[in-house]
Protein backbone atom coordinates (compact mmCIF):
# COMPACT_ATOMS: atom_id res chain seq x y z
CA UNK A 1 0.00 0.00 0.00
CA UNK A 2 1.36 2.83 -1.26
CA UNK A 3 0.75 6.42 0.89
CA UNK A 4 -0.03 9.98 -1.85
CA UNK A 5 3.59 11.06 -0.12
CA UNK A 6 5.28 7.67 -1.77
CA UNK A 7 3.08 8.35 -4.76
CA UNK A 8 4.50 11.79 -5.23
CA UNK A 9 8.10 10.82 -4.63
CA UNK A 10 7.99 8.40 -7.20
CA UNK A 11 6.00 10.74 -9.83
CA UNK A 12 8.91 13.23 -9.47
CA UNK A 13 11.43 10.23 -9.56
CA UNK A 14 10.21 9.41 -13.04
CA UNK A 15 10.37 13.19 -14.06
CA UNK A 16 13.96 13.76 -13.22
CA UNK A 17 14.63 10.18 -14.94
CA UNK A 18 12.84 11.32 -18.43
CA UNK A 19 14.39 14.64 -18.18
CA UNK A 20 18.16 13.34 -17.87
CA UNK A 21 17.34 10.74 -20.82
CA UNK A 22 15.40 12.95 -23.01
CA UNK A 23 18.78 15.23 -22.82
CA UNK A 24 20.13 15.15 -26.67
CA UNK A 25 23.62 13.36 -26.54
CA UNK A 26 24.43 16.07 -29.41
CA UNK A 27 24.27 17.92 -26.94
CA UNK A 28 28.02 16.68 -25.57
CA UNK A 29 30.66 19.10 -27.12
CA UNK A 30 33.02 17.48 -29.78
CA UNK A 31 35.85 16.36 -28.79
CA UNK A 32 37.96 18.76 -30.12
CA UNK A 33 39.78 17.53 -33.74
CA UNK A 34 43.68 17.41 -33.81
CA UNK A 35 44.55 20.32 -35.97
CA UNK A 36 45.47 20.02 -39.04
CA UNK A 37 49.37 21.66 -39.12
CA UNK A 38 51.26 20.29 -36.03
CA UNK A 39 54.46 22.43 -35.85
CA UNK A 40 55.93 19.85 -32.96
CA UNK A 41 55.13 16.83 -35.38
CA UNK A 42 58.62 16.91 -36.59
CA UNK A 43 60.19 17.96 -33.90
CA UNK A 44 58.82 14.50 -31.43
CA UNK A 45 59.23 12.89 -34.85
CA UNK A 46 62.88 13.90 -34.75
CA UNK A 47 63.38 12.37 -31.27
CA UNK A 48 60.98 9.35 -31.73
CA UNK A 49 63.18 8.70 -34.95
CA UNK A 50 66.63 8.71 -32.92
CA UNK A 51 64.88 6.21 -29.82
CA UNK A 52 63.77 4.29 -32.12
CA UNK A 53 65.23 3.68 -35.97
CA UNK A 54 68.93 2.74 -35.07
CA UNK A 55 67.94 -0.10 -32.60
CA UNK A 56 68.27 -2.53 -35.30
CA UNK A 57 70.25 -0.97 -37.89
CA UNK A 58 72.41 2.22 -38.73
CA UNK A 59 69.94 5.34 -39.33
CA UNK A 60 69.56 5.80 -42.64
CA UNK A 61 69.65 9.18 -44.29
CA UNK A 62 66.05 10.93 -44.56
CA UNK A 63 67.65 11.78 -47.95
CA UNK A 64 68.05 8.31 -49.30
CA UNK A 65 64.36 7.98 -49.70
CA UNK A 66 61.80 10.30 -51.12
CA UNK A 67 58.41 11.02 -49.41
CA UNK A 68 56.61 8.25 -50.69
CA UNK A 69 59.15 5.90 -50.22
CA UNK A 70 59.86 6.89 -46.77
CA UNK A 71 55.89 6.25 -46.13
CA UNK A 72 56.31 2.86 -47.28
CA UNK A 73 59.09 2.10 -45.44
CA UNK A 74 57.43 3.34 -42.39
CA UNK A 75 54.71 1.14 -42.88
CA UNK A 76 57.07 -1.62 -42.50
CA UNK A 77 59.27 -0.47 -40.04
CA UNK A 78 56.36 0.77 -38.07
CA UNK A 79 55.62 -2.91 -37.27
CA UNK A 80 59.05 -3.70 -36.73
CA UNK A 81 60.03 -1.03 -34.24
CA UNK A 82 56.04 -1.44 -32.77
CA UNK A 83 55.79 2.09 -32.98
CA UNK A 84 52.09 3.92 -32.20
CA UNK A 85 50.24 5.49 -34.73
CA UNK A 86 51.30 8.68 -33.32
CA UNK A 87 54.85 8.37 -33.25
CA UNK A 88 54.69 6.46 -36.70
CA UNK A 89 52.70 10.09 -38.21
CA UNK A 90 55.58 12.11 -36.31
CA UNK A 91 58.32 10.20 -38.02
CA UNK A 92 57.21 10.15 -41.14
CA UNK A 93 56.39 13.79 -40.74
CA UNK A 94 60.27 14.36 -40.15
CA UNK A 95 61.86 12.58 -42.58
CA UNK A 96 59.85 13.99 -45.33
CA UNK A 97 60.41 17.28 -44.21
CA UNK A 98 64.54 16.78 -43.97
CA UNK A 99 64.81 14.98 -47.35
C1 LIG B 1 63.08 -4.19 -34.72
C2 LIG B 1 64.14 -3.84 -35.59
C3 LIG B 1 63.99 -2.60 -36.44
C4 LIG B 1 63.66 -1.33 -36.06
C5 LIG B 1 63.33 -0.85 -34.65
C6 LIG B 1 63.67 -0.51 -37.25
N1 LIG B 1 64.03 -1.25 -38.33
FE1 LIG B 1 64.31 -0.57 -40.20
N2 LIG B 1 64.82 -2.43 -40.82
C7 LIG B 1 64.88 -3.57 -40.02
C8 LIG B 1 65.28 -4.69 -40.83
C9 LIG B 1 65.46 -6.13 -40.31
C10 LIG B 1 65.47 -4.23 -42.14
C11 LIG B 1 65.95 -5.02 -43.35
C12 LIG B 1 65.02 -4.89 -44.50
C13 LIG B 1 63.73 -5.62 -44.28
O1 LIG B 1 63.74 -6.77 -43.86
O2 LIG B 1 62.67 -5.00 -44.54
C14 LIG B 1 65.18 -2.80 -42.10
C15 LIG B 1 65.25 -1.96 -43.19
C16 LIG B 1 65.05 -0.61 -43.18
C17 LIG B 1 65.15 0.26 -44.32
C18 LIG B 1 65.49 -0.17 -45.72
C19 LIG B 1 64.20 -0.53 -46.38
C20 LIG B 1 64.34 -1.32 -47.60
O3 LIG B 1 63.29 -1.50 -48.26
O4 LIG B 1 65.44 -1.81 -47.87
C21 LIG B 1 64.87 1.53 -43.90
C22 LIG B 1 64.87 2.79 -44.74
C23 LIG B 1 64.55 1.45 -42.49
N3 LIG B 1 64.66 0.15 -42.08
C24 LIG B 1 64.17 2.53 -41.73
C25 LIG B 1 63.78 2.43 -40.41
C26 LIG B 1 63.22 3.51 -39.65
C27 LIG B 1 62.97 4.91 -40.18
C28 LIG B 1 62.98 3.04 -38.41
C29 LIG B 1 62.33 3.76 -37.24
C30 LIG B 1 60.96 4.08 -37.42
C31 LIG B 1 63.39 1.64 -38.37
N4 LIG B 1 63.86 1.32 -39.61
C32 LIG B 1 63.34 0.85 -37.26
C33 LIG B 1 64.64 -3.61 -38.68
C34 LIG B 1 64.24 -2.54 -37.89
Redesign the pocket.
Given at each position: MSTSKQRAVLTSLVAAIAAVVSVPVAAAPEQQQQPKTDPMASVRGAK??SD??M???NM?DPK??RDDQWAT??Q???L??G?TGQE?RD?LKF?QGSN
Open positions: AWNCRCHRDYVMHMRRALTIL
